[in-house]
């Protein structure tokens, strides 16, 4: 079993940054990609960016490149989103996303709302 918790949702006004974590526990040694999803409301979940626990390679949606980056700390088992130039359209519940070969792992969701 795996166990994700997500932090660092808040309030922020348009052009501003947050870093979101993802503290992971349990049985990891099988866990291979680490994620962030959204889910704005009405509308359905989506991939945000993703990274491999080994070799650290990192693809994002396009939506989010250029201003969004994927990190992890595998000493600390956490994965990190640093999310700048914030837009209204960014706002949503975003989700920590672990995946093994047989299993996918969520955690509950932190809340980011960019608004002015």
């Known amino acids: 079993q795996v166990q994700l918790v997500e932090s660092g949702g808040g309030l922020v006004q348009p052009g501003g940054s947050l870093r979101l974590s993802c503290a992971a526990s349990?049985?990891?040694?099988?866990?291979?990609?680490m994620a962030w999803y959204r889910q704005a409301p009405g509308k359905q979940r989506e991939l945000v960016a993703t990274?491999?626990?080994?070799?650290?390679?990192?693809n994002y949606a396009d939506s989010v490149k250029g201003r969004f980056t994927i990190s992890r700390d595998n000493a600390k088992n956490m994965v990190y989103l640093q999310m700048n130039s914030l837009k209204p359209e960014d706002t949503a519940v975003y989700y920590c996303?672990?995946?093994?070969?047989?299993?996918?792992?969520w955690g509950p969701g932190t809340q980011v709302t960019v608004s002015s």
């Open positions: 996303h672990a995946r093994e070969l047989h299993h996918d792992y």
């Open positions: 349990g049985t990891l040694s099988r866990i291979y990609r």
């Open positions: 990274v491999l626990l080994s070799g650290g390679s990192t």
